[in-house]
């Protein structure tokens, strides 16, 4: 009987090539996963914390921060809540954060994920904490859940806010339907919102109409191409400014020309 | 019994330290996670094998946890060799509950043997760096049973529980410490540093009867290739320091020492 034998170059080589397709199968699974994981926008991250890409980079996921807050407000994702799993995250309607004048969870933090210096303002050439510069979000309301909008009387949100007439003005307006009583609406400025979610936590609805979200997720982006004309300081952007001028083919024909050719419309 | 005792008071401490210190606010001692902590609210102390993943992925890395990375990583390196596996890790107690239970079930004995290469949990170790390089996160943390578990007991649990009981499973009835044993990139890690460290077992062919429960009883039993051949201490990198093999050696023929950096004089016995 014939005997099969395999040369020791077909081993060598097979069990590179073994060696090699195992990993990238782990690799692919394995990354596939992480990737997934990882793209989970709604989550609202500590005071302080970097942007969601270099976060996720930089949290070691120890929960120091979790520990420090005095209101447990923070949580550690959980496996099961769809969140980056081991990251800290809070959820308003829940427990907001109640912004603490010193900060608590900022400090403790050993990698820097959550980073001091962009919730601190030098006074008296002194380094002090600012919590008004935290950004964890923006707050939205929904006009058409919002009771305030039906024109029956409700502040709770606009009375809860910490930076109280500067986060959420109310904007009054009549309302035509009664013809006698005003509209008293929330309105929430966008810029100065530091996204705590006290609003979220106290709105009088079964299910909150002004809700805290990413500010990536809840704001558009006009982009610089779009200049205020009226505003000084942003008309200060063109004011060096040089045109550009874009050929193409049918730059070459002038615009009259284009008009009246009707092509083969009357064919 | 001595050393599983002292092993399981360890881990065990450990756990109730830390989770003290989020439960109820006790955080004179330990507060954190086995990722990163604070010792005696002072002393940052870090994985060093999460730091370096999170170095692979690109992360700008502050001095805290650079310095508790180090504080880890010397201690293991120049004294404890891979204990970490087996004194701290909290998986450790599902892996050797699992490796309890298949050996009264035998299931050795009637399963198929499945081969896995102990030098798996290097390849995994790689992959880990690299994935990391790749998908901007510390890739093994996003997956790593350990801090699972761990961050289950100190913060909350979640569906973190299954992965355990998927380890325990894959431990008792596919592969016979799989996890520990092979997979681990953490374990392989400390394998890797651990290597030189001064605490050993050390072995002593003249009292050992060759009655073997030393090799039936180590998770990595190549390790103790010199039972009963020659005295000399267990010098790989991959010995977790446990003292299983300690525990039920009747003959007195195995102990820790602390390594002799001199040249070792092989006995025949």
Same mark, same amino acid.
């Given at each position: 009987m014939k005997q099969d034998t395999v040369s020791d170059r077909r081993k060598f080589i097979l069990s590179l090539a073994r060696g090699a397709g195992l990993s990238a199968m782990g690799a692919l699974v394995w990354s596939a996963y992480v990737e997934e994981v990882k793209a989970a926008p709604l989550v609202l991250r500590p005071p302080a914390a970097r942007d969601e890409a270099d976060f996720l980079k930089t949290c070691i996921k120890c929960g120091l921060c979790v520990e420090a807050c005095p209101y447990d407000t923070l949580h550690l994702a959980a496996p099961g809540e769809h969140k980056p799993?081991?990251?800290?995250?809070?959820?308003?309607?829940?427990?907001?954060?109640?912004?603490?004048?010193?900060?608590?969870?900022?400090? $403790?933090?050993?990698?820097?994920?959550?980073?001091?210096?962009?919730?601190?303002?030098?006074?008296?050439?002194?380094?002090?904490?600012?919590?008004?510069?935290?950004?964890?979000g923006v707050a939205v309301v929904d006009s058409q859940s919002c009771i305030a909008f039906w024109g029956i009387q409700c502040d709770a949100c606009y009375r809860a806010c910490p930076l109280l007439d500067h986060a959420i003005k109310l904007k009054y307006e009549q309302n035509s339907r009664t013809g006698k009583h005003a509209f008293l609406k929330p309105e929430v400025v966008p810029d100065v919102c530091t996204g705590c979610g006290l609003c979220e936590h106290a709105c009088v609805t079964e299910k909150a109409s002004i809700i805290v979200l990413p500010r990536e997720v809840a704001q558009g982006r006009a982009g610089n191409y779009y200049v205020k004309g009226w505003d000084k300081n942003d008309q200060m952007r063109v004011k060096n400014a040089t045109g550009g001028t874009t050929t193409t083919e049918r730059s070459k024909r002038k615009a009259i020309d284009t008009l009246n050719d009707t092509g083969d419309l009357f064919e | 019994m001595k050393y599983l005792i002292l092993r399981r008071i360890v881990q065990i401490g450990l756990l109730v330290l830390y989770a003290a210190?989020?439960?109820?606010?006790?955080?004179?001692?330990?507060?954190?996670?086995?990722?990163?902590?604070?010792?005696?609210?002072? $002393?940052?102390?870090?994985?060093?094998?999460?730091?370096?993943?999170?170095?692979?992925?690109?992360?700008?890395?502050?001095?805290?946890?650079?310095?508790?990375?180090?504080?880890?990583?010397?201690?293991?390196?120049?004294?404890?060799?891979?204990?970490?596996?087996?004194?701290?890790?909290?998986? #450790?107690? $599902?892996?050797?509950?699992?490796?309890?239970?298949?050996?009264?079930l035998q299931v050795s004995k009637v399963q198929k043997r499945v081969y896995m290469s102990r030098s798996l949990r290097y390849w995994v170790l790689g992959l880990s760096l690299l994935l990391s390089v790749f998908t901007g996160v510390a890739a093994f943390e996003m997956i790593s049973p350990i801090s699972?578990?761990?961050?289950?007991?100190?913060?909350?649990?979640?569906?973190?529980?299954?992965?355990?009981?998927?380890?325990?499973?894959?431990?008792?009835?596919?592969?016979? #410490?799989?996890w520990c044993g092979h997979i681990c990139p953490l374990g392989g890690f400390y394998a890797l540093i651990g290597r030189f460290s001064l605490i050993r077992v050390k072995h002593d062919a003249d009292a050992c009867t060759a009655c073997m429960?030393?090799?039936?009883?180590?998770?990595?039993?190549?390790?103790?290739?010199?039972?009963?051949?020659?005295?000399?201490? $267990?010098?790989?990198?991959?010995?977790?320091?446990?003292?299983?093999?300690?525990?039920?050696? #009747?003959?007195?023929?195995?102990?820790?020492?602390?390594?002799?950096?001199?040249?070792?004089?092989?006995?025949?016995?």
């Open positions: 799993i081991g990251t800290p995250y809070y959820t308003p309607r829940e427990t907001p954060c109640y912004m603490c004048d010193d900060i608590p969870c900022v400090p $403790v933090c050993p990698t820097e994920a959550l980073q001091p210096e962009s919730v601190q303002s030098v006074e008296n050439g002194k380094k002090v904490w600012d919590i008004e510069k935290m950004d964890m | 210190a989020n439960w109820y606010g006790f955080k004179t001692i330990l507060q954190g996670d086995l990722s990163a902590s604070l010792l005696f609210q002072s $002393v940052p102390l870090a994985d060093p094998f999460a730091v370096l993943q999170m170095f692979a992925a690109g992360a700008a890395l502050a001095s805290t946890v650079l310095v508790g990375a180090a504080i880890i990583f010397v201690f293991y390196a120049l004294i404890g060799g891979r204990a970490f596996c087996s004194w701290v890790c909290p998986v #450790n107690m $599902v892996t050797d509950a699992a490796n309890w239970t298949r050996r009264k699972m578990f761990h961050r289950g007991v100190v913060f909350g649990m979640g569906f973190g529980a299954a992965a355990l009981l998927v380890i325990f499973l894959f431990d008792l009835f596919v592969h016979e #410490n799989g429960h030393c090799k039936e009883v180590c998770p990595e039993k190549e390790v103790l290739f010199m039972i009963a051949k020659s005295s000399e201490s $267990v010098l790989m990198g991959e010995c977790t320091n446990c003292g299983r093999c300690i525990d039920v050696c #009747n003959d007195d023929a195995l102990g820790f020492s602390l390594r002799s950096y001199a040249k070792q004089r092989k006995e025949q016995s």
